[in-house]
Nanobody, 124 residues
Framework: QVQLVESGGGLVQAGGSLRLSCAASGRTFSSYFMAWFRQAPGKEREFVASISRGGTNTYYVDSVKGRFTISRDNVKNTVYLQMNSLKPEDTAHYYC?????????????????WGQGTQVTVSS
């Protein structure tokens, strides 16, 4: 099973940008369907974006479409989340997750590898 470590979070003003990275250990990264989730205080963990094993197919929650871009580099064993036009409501702890399920979708219970997360705070 891969080990995941996120980085790139921080404090940014509304309208700004951040790029999150998730580095995976192990030689099986390319076999994992990858996703980003987020969790704000007092709220449930929310799906943000996902990317297929080869990087061809991506999927986003409606609230981030057109602003966020997920990508992956299977040589560097890294998945990214480019976040533009950030809003205060994007403030949350962001988690990288991986799944060996063929198409795990947006259900966090179908993801079996998780990082510790990185905090993103957007000020108004």
């Amino acid at each position: 099973q891969v080990q995941l470590v996120e980085s790139g979070g921080g404090l940014v003003q509304a309208g700004g940008s951040l790029r999150l990275s998730c580095a995976a250990s192990g030689r099986t990264f390319s076999s994992y369907f990858m996703a980003w989730f987020r969790q704000a205080p007092g709220k449930e963990r929310e799906f943000v974006a996902s990317i297929s094993r080869g990087g061809t197919n991506t999927y986003y929650v409606d609230s981030v479409k057109g602003r966020f871009t997920i990508s992956r580099d299977n040589v560097k064993n890294t998945v990214y989340l480019q976040m533009n036009s950030l809003k205060p409501e994007d403030t949350a702890h962001y988690y990288c997750a991986g799944s060996r399920t063929l198409v795990p979708g947006t259900n966090p219970n179908r993801y079996d590898a998780w990082g510790q997360g990185t905090q993103v705070t957007v000020s108004s």
